[in-house]
């Protein structure tokens, strides 16, 4: 499966994006998958994970009550609703697979695509 994330750009603090993350060559129903980001110097970390029918969906700390995962299987594609942006959230944000163990670990992903920028200004 390939993937591809969009919809970064250049927000203001407190302001809002949504990203997506669209599927080709396999369908995303039969998997859970997840955000992750990486700022510039730093490793990359787990933002958010859901589950394949989607019922249930787990949150780093750091973006809890702020940012929503969703997923259309319809449309292959994964979403990632960020809200009251902050300046820390600045990062190239990546989607992935997950192909089981421990949900919030980089190694648990599998079919990285490219990342999207997104730079939050203060």
């Known amino acids: 499966v390939q993937l591809q994330a969009s919809g970064g750009g250049l927000v203001q603090v407190g302001g809002s994006l949504r990203l997506s993350c669209a599927a080709s060559?396999?369908?995303?129903?039969?998997?859970?998958m997840g955000w992750f980001r990486q700022a510039p110097g730093k490793e990359r970390e787990f933002v958010a994970h859901?589950?394949?029918?989607?019922?249930?969906?787990h949150y780093a700390a750091s973006v809890k009550d702020r940012f929503i995962i969703s997923r259309n299987d319809a449309k292959n594609t994964v979403y990632l609703q960020m809200n009251s942006l902050k300046a820390e959230d600045t990062a190239v944000y990546y989607c992935?697979?997950?192909?089981?163990?421990?949900?919030?670990?980089?190694?648990?992903?599998?079919?990285w695509g490219q990342g999207t920028q997104v730079t939050v200004s203060s």
């Open positions: 992935a697979a997950f192909l089981g163990d421990v949900i919030a670990a980089r190694q648990s992903y599998d079919y």
């Open positions: 060559g396999r369908t995303l129903s039969g998997y859970d």
């Open positions: 859901i589950e394949q029918s989607g019922g249930s969906t």
